[in-house]
């Protein structure tokens, strides 16, 4: 039965199409982590350098060229390795931060694929089939993908291998252990595979162990042994071993979803001093940052800067910008503005940079006419205003449906609105018609009650002495002042809140001889008249 | 097919030429809303790029004016800034006079009592400043109580110093730029001045410039 089922399965599939995958490999990637923070950080290599290596149980994971030229080898003690390189420095690996540096990158490349699995802890699969795309003035698509993978790696510091075929498991092996750049033609992956090795297959340990005491050494020997045979004596593991070495894998991606917002920090080299030493470090971080956020369509509305003291101590600060924005360099103008206006207790040991708060980014695409140094003034001059007067004092207000006239607006973070975000010009023109303008003062009375609000409120009341004669109000007092009454409007009451601090008052608009039409109130509690407005 | 692929790329083409040769500013002079102060502004209109003042008390019309002017200014998609330096803006009326809040930046610098002190009036004009040389905005507001108030008071030369630099960044920025004070108060050099005032029969306007008395007009009969 387990023969007839092998038998039955055992013929390659030459018409079966397979998804075209994009197979990344970041080889030594603890290496190229700390290589990269390094350089992130502080620019400048000592003349005292030595040579560097990850470890991990006292044994090499990877170390540099020069390492490597004076005779340390992966995968051997550190003692030995020591032996080889006196003056090695070892740095142990720390898999967290491999992975997380693996989905930094992971997301960056979905603005390049729709998408990307993390297959192991130095591969990244790129779901290629969206590589037509790509194709501009007869250039090869596939090809335009693989150098805007590799650019993007670049961009994030890291360098790849990377390899797209038909399949993830002839990606994966040919980005592992293929030539640095590769590119299979649809059919061909089995010729592409065959002299690679067959650990490239990623069997299980056991059955790689036996294949290689038969001698299959290459995916070729694998490739052309009969199935039946593989299948008798290995079972179904055996012949799915076979099926791969044909390139035949039709498993989907696993596409990695992000969880959370993304967070990039830097520990420096050596302490921090000044802003521009600082900057410097923020800049990657930032580019870093946005090109993560760029993938996921998003743009920050808001940041979060940690400063980590030396010795001890910490500093956050947290920026909010006008419209989403995964552009690294507009943020570096508000993060510039904020630091000059902190006072540091100590220099900086680390800092981190993350998005607190993101929204949707449109695509910048500026209209004919519109000046592209406009949006980056915008965030520079808000930066500037929010490090200096604090962000609450600046202020996009939103009406609230709320009778207490005080507490008729909120306040929001300002965020400039794009086209089509505001509300219509026929609705604005509507509403600018309707109003009582300058001219039409006489007939505010006929207003609707909401239309008739005062353009300025003040902040406390001014207490008003009212003055009549035969019941009629004449004129009112203001401190010393006396001014008369030329006219007033019937009240217009509003109260409410009886659940909190509730409150009654009969509102007038009064024209007041020398100093125009103002907004009075009595208050029902004490029948005492208030000023609170002015219709300027 | 063809011959029509390629009528609809030139008309296209000379859609990008006709458009582009569009002003970035598609006026110099912003109209106010009201026909009286218009037929008093040289060119019809508040200028951008130079500071124009509207004086007048604290029920006078100045506001209105300006909200109004900062409405044309602004268009369908443009920005503008008030800096609200006596924190007295209220902004369900600006809604209410057909000015998009969302695209409104409101600056307003806390004084110790919640209101702007001396120290918060420099802020302010800082503010105001930065906000006029910027560009990003399409009209710029001051509302900053310098002169009439005492616990605003600065000294004389700083107060002038910072007066000609908030000049000059209108000029940079090129944005209709509005400074709103006090009939009494501190005049900003050089910039064209609209004196408002109530009478018995309504609101009246008037434009000086320097030391000239340059036209009288009525803004409307009550």
Do not use: I, N, Q
């Given at each position: 039965m387990q023969l007839e089922l092998g038998v039955g399965r055992a013929e390659a599939r030459p018409g079966a199409v397979f998804p075209r995958v994009l197979g990344l490999c970041l080889p030594d990637l603890s290496l190229q982590r700390v290589l990269r923070a390094r350089e992130a950080s502080g620019g400048d290599q000592p003349l005292d350098r030595r040579p560097l290596a990850t470890v991990r149980d006292g044994c090499v994971v990877a170390c540099e060229a020069e390492a490597r030229e004076r005779g340390v080898r992966g995968g051997e003690p550190l003692v030995q390795a020591r032996a080889a390189c006196a003056d090695l420095e070892a740095v142990p690996v720390d898999d967290a931060e491999d992975r997380a540096v693996l989905e930094g990158l992971a997301e960056a490349l979905l603005v390049i694929a729709p998408a990307v699995e993390i297959a192991g802890p130095e591969v990244l699969l790129l779901d290629g089939s969206g590589a037509h795309l790509f194709v501009r003035h007869g250039d090869d698509g596939e090809r335009m993908l693989i150098e805007r993978a590799v650019e993007i790696c670049a961009e994030q510091g890291l360098r790849c291998r990377a390899a797209l075929a038909s399949g993830r498991t002839p990606a994966r092996a040919l980005a592992r252990y293929g030539p640095a750049l590769a590119s299979v033609p649809p059919g061909a992956a089995a010729a592409a595979l065959?002299?690679?090795?067959?650990?490239a297959l990623e069997l299980a340990p056991d059955l790689e162990r036996r294949l290689g005491a038969l001698g299959v050494r290459s995916v070729g020997d694998l490739a052309r042994l009969p199935p039946a045979t593989l299948a008798h004596r290995f079972g179904p593991a055996g012949l799915a071993a076979w099926h791969l070495a044909q390139g035949d894998d039709p498993a989907p991606l696993s596409p990695y979803l992000p969880q959370r917002l993304p967070q990039e920090s830097l520990d420096l080299e050596g302490p921090a001093e000044s802003v521009e030493q600082l900057l410097f470090g923020l800049r990657r971080l930032a580019d870093r940052l946005g090109a993560r956020l760029a993938g996921r369509g998003l743009g920050a509305t808001r940041l979060r800067l940690a400063l980590r003291l030396d010795p001890s101590g910490e500093e956050r600060v947290e920026i909010a910008f006008a419209s989403p924005t995964s552009t690294g360099s507009r943020w570096l103008f508000a993060l510039r503005e904020r630091i000059g206006t902190l006072e540091l207790k100590a220099p900086v040991a680390a800092v981190a940079l993350g998005v607190v708060e993101a929204a949707p980014a449109p695509a910048e695409q500026l209209g004919l006419g519109e000046r592209p140094q406009r949006l980056a003034a915008l965030e520079a001059v808000l930066a500037r205003l929010a490090a200096r007067l604090?962000?609450?004092?600046l202020f996009a207000a939103e009406p609230v449906d709320r009778h207490r006239p005080e507490a008729a607006y909120a306040t929001g973070a300002f965020a400039a609105k794009r086209r089509g975000e505001t509300r219509s010009g026929r609705e604005r023109k509507t509403r600018s018609a309707a109003r009582g303008g300058p001219s039409s003062v006489a007939g505010w009375a006929a207003l609707p009650a909401d239309l008739v609000r005062p353009t300025r409120l003040l902040a406390r009341p001014r207490p008003l002495v009212a003055l009549g004669e035969g019941g009629r109000l004449t004129a009112l007092r203001l401190g010393e002042r006396t001014v008369r009454v030329l006219a007033l409007s019937p009240a217009e009451r509003l109260c409410g809140e009886w659940w909190g601090e509730p409150f009654d008052r009969d509102y007038h608009r009064a024209r007041l001889e020398g100093l125009g039409d103002c907004w009075i109130f009595r208050d029902a509690a004490d029948g005492r008249l208030w000023l609170h407005g002015f219709f300027d | 097919m063809a011959v029509d692929a390629r009528e609809i790329i030139e008309g296209l083409r000379e859609e990008i030429r006709r458009l582009e040769r569009?002003?970035?500013?598609?006026?110099f002079f912003i109209p106010s809303g009201c026909a009286e102060v218009d037929a008093l502004l040289p060119g019809g209109g508040f200028p951008r790029g130079a500071i124009t003042e509207l004086a007048g008390?604290?029920?006078?019309g100045k506001t209105e004016i300006a909200l109004g002017a900062l409405t044309a200014a602004m268009g369908d998609e443009g920005l503008a800034a008030y800096v609200d330096g006596r924190g007295e803006l209220y902004p369900p009326a600006v809604a209410a006079l057909g000015l998009d809040l969302d695209r409104l930046l409101v600056v307003r610098p806390k004084g110790p009592d919640g209101g702007a002190g001396g120290g918060e009036a420099a802020h302010a004009l800082w503010a105001s400043e930065l906000l006029l040389a910027s560009?990003?905005?399409e009209g710029v507001v001051v509302d900053v109580p310098i002169g009439s108030d005492p616990r605003c008071a600065m000294g004389g030369a700083r107060l002038d110093a910072m007066l000609r630099r908030l000049r000059a960044a209108a000029e940079k920025g090129g944005g209709l730029a509005l400074w709103l004070g006090a009939p009494e108060g501190t005049r900003v050099p050089g910039a064209v001045r609209l004196e408002l005032s109530e009478g018995r029969t309504g609101r009246r306007v008037r434009r000086t410039f320097a030391r000239e008395v340059a036209a009288f007009g009525v803004h409307h009969a009550a």
């Open positions: 065959s002299a690679l090795p067959v650990a604090g962000s609450e004092a | 569009r002003p970035a500013h598609p006026a008390s604290a029920a006078s560009g990003a905005f």
